[in-house]
């Protein structure tokens, strides 16, 4: 298979934008920051496409699931009630509150994962290590209606929060959502998920993010910083497909797409579920376009079945790969909400209510840290490096992440100095990283710079203010000293903050203020 090696826009996951114009307009920074894209070259994915054809299974026998017609909602309720009491012990139902093959697709994977069980050891090993959701049906009333849009007229997959609404909150992006699409957003928030495959039809093809940006152009999408991930997963499927893997589908002679990218005929997905997932969850999301007709003929629903087993599976295994642990704090206590950063991933991930954390990622070498801040302190670790030598599917490293105290202090440095405005602004600069020799300064403030004249002498009044980053051992050990703790935690509540904080500012005060007269010109003070 041939693919695209010149550069592509790589479009990060920042900024505040809005849409000019109703249909397909353009996207307009808001945010008052400009947004740097950048253009990357594509040569990793002949790398990722021949290291996906080494993996290739499509030798292996494909369980026989007979599809002859499509269900009936009924049929389809029936069915999986009846999979769920014969095999309690492996699956339950629930509902949460789009094209047809791909839900016959679900409803025959379901039926093989179950009775595979304890029969085939890929499958077994499968259900024993990961939690398989499937959502058959996102819209049965537009199944039942024989159209794509919902009993509202609403085309679902087109009503999913977008580029307009990065850094809102989820309850706000709920605001005026069509019921269905409300039913999925709350449904992926409330699970953890790492990975999922969204099917459809029309035109045989696998795609990922992005498929709306405001780096995309008028024939080509932009990409994300996880493009190299998307794009294994993407040929993961495609190599254990029965005919994908070789460019081509049989109906017609045109390439077949693996990738963002997109010629002119192609569509842009405005408010898709794919890019949702990517932009306001930690899952990674693959569309999966199974056939050039919108609705296949029923009688060919064993053939898509036969053509996209493997596939499935295959995609299914490769979530045992990159890097996963726990966030906790030092005595262990896992941190619910931790946000997560990787090198070269331009988003955070959001840790579990267990304080778990999972990534698919790409063989390569990262550095990963953690961070978990409340209204009573912020904890942060320090940067891991990981190297990951193994493919996705081959097995995750594990990474526990330890996040301590991050004990700040904030000092105003101030004093009288003969010179002119800049000199004494330079001089004092350098007093204060003398004064805090050794430590982080993350912030030195100017606050003010009065000059005057006395005796002919131009006299300047200067006040810094400073803000550094506390070496925790050494206020561990003033604080063992004075009262007997051996470790410092963020507190639990606004009492134990206080008591943090006076106990802060008593170390504060004796190390760096106290008898630090530096001369009689510079002082330094612990600003409240």
């Known amino acids: 298979m041939t693919v695209q090696t010149e550069s592509v826009c790589r479009m990060p996951l920042e900024g505040r934008w ?29 790398r990722i496409e021949e290291q996906c054809r080494k993996r290739i299974q499509l030798g292996k026998k494909v369980y026989t699931v007979p599809i002859h017609k499509y269900h009936t909602h009924t049929k389809l309720k029936e069915e999986i009630n009846a999979l769920t009491t014969k095999f309690s012990e492996l699956a339950v139902q629930y509902n949460i ?9 679900l409803i025959a994977l379901a039926r093989a994962l179950c009775e595979q069980y304890g029969q085939d050891s890929a499958i077994t090993n499968l259900l024993q290590t990961v939690e398989i959701h499937l959502l058959p049906s ?27 609404h990065l850094g809102t909150e989820h309850s706000l992006r709920l605001d005026d959502r069509e019921p269905e699409v409300a039913a999925v957003m709350n449904w992926i928030s409330s699970n953890n998920f790492l990975l999922s495959l969204s099917f459809h ?10 498929d709306d940006s405001p780096g995309c152009t008028t024939t ?12 294994t997963l993407a040929q993961t499927y495609s190599c254990n497909h029965k005919f994908m893997h070789t460019g081509h589908c049989p109906c ?9 990218y997109r010629e002119e005929e192609l569509e842009v997905v405005e408010g898709g579920m794919q890019d949702y997932n990517y932009m306001f969850s930690n899952c990674m999301e693959l569309t999966v376009e199974v056939s050039c007709d919108k609705k296949p003929a029923g009688k060919t629903l064993t053939c898509h079945w036969e053509n996209n087993y493997q596939s499935m599976l295959s995609v299914l295994q490769s979530v045992d790969g990159g890097v996963k642990g726990l966030v906790v704090d030092e005595v262990g206590v ?73 004990l700040p202090g904030r000092f105003l440095v101030s004093g009288y100095q003969a010179g002119d405005k800049k000199a004494v602004q330079l001089e004092g600069e350098n007093v204060v990283r003398d004064i805090f020799i050794g430590y982080e300064i993350v912030l030195t403030d100017l606050v003010k710079n009065e000059a005057r004249v006395q005796a002919t002498m131009n006299i300047c009044y200067i006040v810094f203010t400073v803000e550094v980053v506390l070496n925790s051992k050494a206020v561990v050990a003033y604080f063992k000293e004075r009262w007997g703790d051996e470790r410092i935690m963020r507190p639990a509540c606004s009492i134990d903050q206080k008591k943090l904080h006076r106990r802060l500012n008593s170390f504060l005060e004796e190390t760096f203020c106290e008898d630090k007269l530096l001369s009689s010109r510079w002082t330094v003070r612990v600003e409240d």
């Open 18 to 46: 809005e849409k000019e114009g109703e249909v397909e307009g353009q996207w307009r920074n808001v945010g008052g920051v400009e947004v740097d894209t950048e253009q990357i070259e594509m040569v990793d994915r002949i």
């Open 138 to 164: 996102m819209n049965p009333d537009g199944y039942v209606l024989k159209t794509r849009n919902n009993a509202n007229d609403k085309d679902l997959n087109r009503g999913f929060p977008d580029w307009g």
């Open 97 to 105: 509150g789009k094209s047809v093959s791909g839900r016959e697709l």
């Open 252 to 260: 017609h002679s045109e390439a077949l797409p693996i990738g963002n």
């Open 220 to 231: 080509d999408n932009a990409v994300c910083s996880e493009d190299n991930a998307f794009y």
């Open 201 to 210: 039809d029309g035109w045989t093809m696998i795609i990922f993010p992005w």
């Open 334 to 406: 896992p941190l619910a909400g931790a946000k997560v950063r990787i090198s070269g991933v331009d988003k955070e991930i959001v840790a579990t209510e267990r304080g778990e954390y999972w990534r698919l990622l790409v063989p390569g070498t990262y550095v990963i840290t953690a961070r978990s801040e409340s209204q009573y302190g912020l904890l942060e670790s320090e940067p891991t490096t990981v190297i990951i030598s193994h493919n996705m599917g081959d097995g995750a490293i594990v990474i526990h992440i330890v996040a301590r105290m991050k």
